[in-house]
Nanobody, 122 residues
Framework: QVQLVESGGGLVQAGGSLRLSCAAS????????MGWFRQAPGKEREFVAT????????YYADSVKGRFTISRDNAKNTMFLQMNSLKPEDTAVYYC???????????????WGQGTQVTVSS
């Protein structure tokens, strides 16, 4: 079992930045790949970014490419999402997830955090 806890969300003006963290505990050996997803009211949960164990492979949704950066520190069992140049359309609850491999489908992730709210104002 893997437990994931997100933090770092909040309210920020358009063009600003936030850094989200996801702390993992339990059988972190199972967290070979981790990812970030987001869900806005009335919308489906959508893929944001994913990263493999070593951090050598990453993948981003087109909507965040060039603005967001995913990273991880395995010594601290923590994953990060640096979000720059934020837009109002980035407003959503952001979730971290863990799974066996790089994937953009939420069904490929077995473990999920509780989510952290990110609100971007105009």
């Amino acid at each position: 079992q893997v437990q994931l806890v997100e933090s770092g969300g909040g309210l920020v003006q358009a063009g600003g930045s936030l850094r989200l963290s996801c702390a993992a505990s339990g059988r972190t050996f199972s967290s070979r790949a981790m990812g970030w997803f987001r869900q806005a009211p009335g919308k489906e949960r959508e893929f944001v970014a994913t990263i493999n164990w070593s951090g050598s492979n990453t993948y981003y949704a087109d909507s965040v490419k060039g603005r967001f950066t995913i990273s991880r520190d395995n010594a601290k069992n923590t994953m990060f999402l640096q979000m720059n140049s934020l837009k109002p359309e980035d407003t959503a609850v952001y979730y971290c997830a863990a799974g066996p491999r790089l994937a953009g489908n939420p069904n490929d992730y077995a473990y999920w955090g509780q989510g952290t709210q990110v609100t971007v104002s105009s």
